[in-house]
């Protein structure tokens, strides 16, 4: 019974924050899907761990997925290798953020560990076609900031793309 109690107590806040994070976007005319999914791989210390348990993901066409997890929410998106190499990853700097391959996550071309200016020449050293950035925000931040910087990420990437 212990498991179970300590599982509602998660899961409970999370789901409250995912509620929150759609009534946001519905608000703004985003349209989304949501689903639950576990698999997730994400660093913990410096070392690659996989997540068994699901977690809330809100799907946003044509923009990215928002996913909420036990300690942070992250919103990742994916970019083609030549929209990847425009992009002015100076203007995301406001935010923290990772760059990876997508066929090869551990693949990392940044990372607050790595020089940001090195990321276009690892991109055109790989063989990634498709590119994947994810953008990392602290779980108890006011869901009108995560959805205001999930908005204004955006509008730098798709207006960067809008050029190609």
Not at 87 to 104: A, H
Request: proline content about 3%; aromatic content about 12%.
């Amino acid at each position: 019974m212990d498991k179970l109690k300590t599982l509602n107590e998660i899961y409970i806040e999370i789901n409250q924050k995912k509620k929150e994070l759609i009534h946001f976007f519905k608000e703004k005319g985003f349209q989304y899907r949501c689903g639950y999914y576990n698999q997730h791989s994400v660093k913990v210390d410096n070392e690659w761990i996989t997540e068994e348990y699901p977690i809330p993901v809100i799907s946003m066409e044509q923009i990215g997925d928002l996913g909420i997890d036990i300690s942070h929410i992250f919103f990742e998106i994916v970019v083609t290798r030549e929209q990847a190499l425009t992009l002015d990853f100076e203007k995301l700097r406001p935010y923290r953020f990772e760059v990876y391959g997508v066929e090869n996550f551990l693949n990392d071309f940044y990372n607050e560990t790595l020089p940001l200016q090195d990321i276009k020449k690892k991109i055109r050293r790989s063989d990634e076609e498709s590119i994947g950035i994810s953008f990392f925000f602290i779980i108890d931040e006011p869901v009108d900031q995560i959805g205001n910087a999930v908005i204004d990420i955006h509008k730098k990437i798709i207006l960067k793309e809008r050029l190609i």
